[in-house]
T-cell receptor
Framework: KQEVTQIPAALSVPEGENLVLNCSFTDSAIYNLQWFRQDPGKGLTSLLL?????REQTSGRLNASLDKSSGRSTLYIAASQPGDSATYLCAVSDTNAGKSTFGDGTTLTVKP | EAGVAQSPRYKIIEKRQSVAFWCNPISGHATLYWYQQILGQGPKLLIQ????????DSQLPKDRFSAERLKGVDSTLKIQPAKLEDSAVYLC?????????????FGEGSRLTVL
């Protein structure tokens, strides 16, 4: 059974800092890994999708990496802004039927 | 392109009452998911449909929860009777998992409060 862990559960940084969020998973037989952002009271917004054959994906100030062999992914946020404050979730989908398992998220606060 | 639509956004009911949530996925997406998200936790899969068929419902409490997907498009999730611990956000998602990227797209969710 796939298990996904995100550490830390919460993170507070000053504006402008570069930061890394971590996601680890127990079963390396994955189809893809997806990072989401969730604002309070809202649904999940997709940030980056990494296929199992890829090592990283970039979008603007965001960069996500994937190391299947070690069961790890990181989300790098450059030059953080107060608008980046949200909960960040990672989800791993399996190869059998695309079932996705989520971590519990990291709640990020960027202070002005 | 229209996103995943869900309704209602909010629902407050008494325990032992029933409630139904509706989801319309992105056009052309064969795979539809219902997730339950309890405050402070990540979403937990309740049921996954591929077209009309159920792929995974291993975590659906079948004594009180039911879901259907008519004609492989819209889906309804029902809870009857509701318990206090069912208070959560119910998220619907869809994807093109069948052979393509498998990217998940979520609706805004339906927040249920059981009193």
């Amino acid at each position: 059974k796939q298990e996904v862990t995100q550490i830390p559960a919460a993170l507070s940084v000053p504006e402008g800092e570069n930061l890394v969020l971590n996601c680890s998973f127990t079963d390396s037989a994955i189809y893809n890994l997806q990072w989401f952002r969730q604002d309070p009271g809202k649904g999940l917004t997709s940030l980056l999708l990494i296929q199992s054959s890829q090592r990283e994906q970039t979008s603007g100030r965001l960069n996500a990496s994937l190391d299947k062999s070690s069961g790890r992914s990181t989300l790098y946020i450059a030059a953080s802004q107060p608008g980046d404050s949200a909960t960040y979730l990672c989800a791993v989908s399996d190869t059998n039927a695309g079932k996705s398992t989520f971590g519990d998220g990291t709640t990020l606060t960027v202070k002005p | 392109e229209a996103g995943v639509a869900q309704s209602p956004r909010y629902k407050i009911i008494e325990k032992r009452q029933s409630v139904a949530f509706w989801c319309n996925p992105i056009s052309g997406h064969a795979t539809l998911y219902w997730y339950q998200q309890i405050l402070g936790q990540g979403p937990k899969l309740l049921i996954q449909f591929q077209n009309n068929g159920v792929v995974d419902d291993s975590q659906l409490p079948k004594d009180r929860f039911s879901a259907e997907r008519l004609k492989g498009v819209d889906s309804t999730l029902k809870i009857q009777p509701a318990k206090l611990e069912d208070s959560a956000v119910y998220l619907c998602a869809s994807s093109d998992w069948d052979g393509l990227t498998g990217e998940l797209f979520f609706g805004e969710g339906s927040r249920l409060t059981v009193l």
